[in-house]
């Protein structure tokens, strides 16, 4: 399982406060909690409309001198902000995100294929707006594998997103995920399946017991990334539980291991 920190995304009250304050010490701190968490990339997002690329580069700095084989997920809106913070980062990593929504995925797309290493979060939404059904995503799905390959972006590099609702609004939202990450898997079996599953739960109380419960479900339905918060020990800990139960990890070396580094919510 792919895990990209969620938490330094300027969204959060108090992340927005260390980046309007330039509180560096803030940031390297959470960035440093979240890899000593295992995540395996940063997702950095500098949440204002304008100066986004001064913001962004400013946060690639601070963390790369403390860990400087970081990978970061580049988290705009803007793919000009994206393009200019690609030349700042020392390791590939993972560009979030590109649609059939825009001029977006035309820009990176073509950058991201001479760029070694790198991949890209492809939501599965056009230019109609959001997917109401299995079948609308499945429709983006293959436009985006279509369009890649004739770029020259190849299926490994590409992190299918089919999209959650927060189910207060949307009850089929959790259904319509795993129905396109079924026929994703059938029809490309080793291809990625990411999503950012805090989004199941907004508007909701608990959100963390739901965030836990889609976590468990979208694995066992082909999901192997995710955006998520690695500081949460109880979905830590379901990641590799999980991974255990679908034979991901064989004999249970990575939950083990992760248990005796006490990344777990629970006693020992």
């Not at 108090?14 to 440093?32: H, K, M, P, Q, T």
């Not at 100066?51 to 793919?79: C, E, K, Y």
């Not at 972006?153 to 609702?165: A, I, N, T």
Request: with cysteine; net charge negative.
């Amino acid at each position: 399982m792919l895990i990209i920190g969620e938490k330094l995304n300027g969204a959060i009250k108090s992340v927005a406060e260390a980046i309007r304050n330039r509180d560096g010490a803030f940031i390297r701190g959470l960035a440093s909690r979240q890899l000593d968490s295992r995540a395996d990339y940063l997702d950095i997002c500098s949440g204002v409309p304008e100066g986004d690329a001064d913001v962004l580069g400013w946060m690639i700095d601070l963390i790369q001198t403390d860990h400087p084989d970081v990978r970061f997920s580049l988290d705009s809106p803007n793919p000009d902000t994206i393009l200019a913070c690609l030349p700042l980062c020392k390791n590939p990593g993972i560009i979030n995100s590109v649609s059939l929504e825009g001029d977006k995925i035309e820009k990176i797309l073509p950058a991201v294929s001479g760029e070694k290493g790198w991949g890209v979060i492809a939501l599965l939404l056009d230019e109609t707006g959001m997917p109401e059904t299995v079948e609308k995503r499945m429709e983006s799905f293959h436009r985006i594998v279509e369009r890649a390959a004739e770029i020259g972006v190849s299926m490994d590099r590409l992190y299918f997103d089919p999209l959650v609702f927060t189910v207060a609004t949307s009850p089929d939202s959790f259904l319509n995920f795993i129905g396109a990450s079924r026929k994703i898997r059938e029809e490309y079996p080793d291809a990625h399946i990411i999503s950012g599953l805090s989004n199941i739960s907004h508007g909701l109380p608990s959100r963390k017991t739901l965030n836990h419960a889609f976590l468990i479900g979208a694995m066992m339905n082909g999901m192997d990334s995710a955006i998520m918060d690695p500081l949460n020990r109880d979905m830590l800990g379901g990641v590799y539980a999980a991974e255990a139960l679908l034979g991901i990890d064989e004999y249970c070396i990575e939950y083990l291991s992760a248990y005796r580094e006490d990344l777990f919510g629970v006693q020992k």
